[in-house]
């Protein structure tokens, strides 16, 4: 016998696959989910009970992942549990780790500064600040782009560049990035940067998803019903960004904030920073 919940179930996890078929297309012709799964700070564990429920019930089709995360073996592991054949992550670290796997739909220049080798990820100084040297990126560019000649990656793409940085990466690169990855929420909405993006063919997706304690957002939430979170990360999807939030707990694509909305919250903007790496470049 069938339980009572099932059909809302059903229903529920047949909104949640249209939400996955809603897309970005990027400067290569292919399309990017704008809806993925964020895995940032997701600890050792955290991951795979996140995967077990969502993978499972959701399908996800993009997958946000890197080295320093310090689960992409968790992720591959159930990835090819659960799929047996399918062998492919969206970010690694190591290019010799890349042809490892099938391919990737995108890899990502993590950060535009070269940071000490060693077993630290991110290596201090004794004053605090990160250890961190200028690097010529043109020769991982290279290096990414023959990975794409190879078949083995779709898209490159660039991580907490800014617009200098990207333009600086343009002017050299025999293929175009497609991506940028950087900080963006509704105290830091990226306008210009997002414009600068559009305008040579970038998709935005923020870092991390950021939930605010602000009244509009609240009643916004009230409204539709949805929470605050949900609000936020409509209003990224409505501006063509993608977001990669660690967990999806209701449709994202069954309303539309009005025009005057969309405003109101990004009138929020205060370019405020939540990721503050202490960074001193040297060389």
Not at 2 to 16: G, H, I, W
Not at 61 to 80: P, Q, S, T
Not at 182 to 209: A, F, I, K, M, N
Not at 241 to 256: H, N, R
Request: glycine share 6%.
């Amino acid at each position: 016998m069938l339980s009572l919940v099932q059909p809302c179930l059903f229903l529920f996890q047949a909104l949640l696959l249209r939400d996955m078929n809603y897309f970005a297309v990027l400067n290569t012709g292919r399309k990017m989910p704008l809806l993925g799964l964020g895995t940032w700070k997701s600890q050792p564990g955290q991951v795979m009970v996140i995967w077990t429920h969502w993978s499972v019930n959701v399908w996800y089709r993009h997958i946000d992942c890197a080295a320093v995360y310090g689960n992409e073996a968790e992720i591959g592991a159930f990835v090819l549990v659960l799929h047996q054949i399918l062998r492919r992550r969206r970010c690694v670290h190591h290019i010799q780790a890349v042809e490892q796997l099938d391919y990737l739909d995108l890899y990502l220049i993590h950060w535009p500064y070269a940071f000490r080798r060693g077993d630290v990820n991110f290596p201090r100084k004794e004053d605090g600040y990160h250890s961190v040297r200028r690097h010529p990126l043109q020769g991982d560019l290279g290096a990414m782009e023959k990975l794409v000649g190879k078949g083995l990656v779709r898209a490159i793409g660039l991580s907490n560049f800014n617009s200098q940085q990207i333009d600086d990466i343009l002017s050299v690169a025999t293929i175009k990035p497609a991506v940028l990855q950087v900080e963006s929420h509704p105290y830091l909405s990226q306008e210009d940067l997002l414009g600068h993006c559009r305008d040579r063919g970038l998709v935005l997706t923020p870092d991390e998803p950021v939930v605010l304690d602000e009244p509009v957002i609240a009643a916004l939430a009230q409204k539709y019903n949805k929470s605050p979170a949900q609000i936020i990360l409509r209003w990224q999807t409505q501006r063509g960004v993608v977001t990669i939030p660690k967990s999806v707990t209701e449709s994202l694509f069954d309303f539309t904030l009005e025009a005057e909305e969309m405003q109101t919250i990004s009138a929020l903007n205060k370019g405020w920073r939540y990721i503050v790496p202490m960074i001193e470049v040297s060389g």
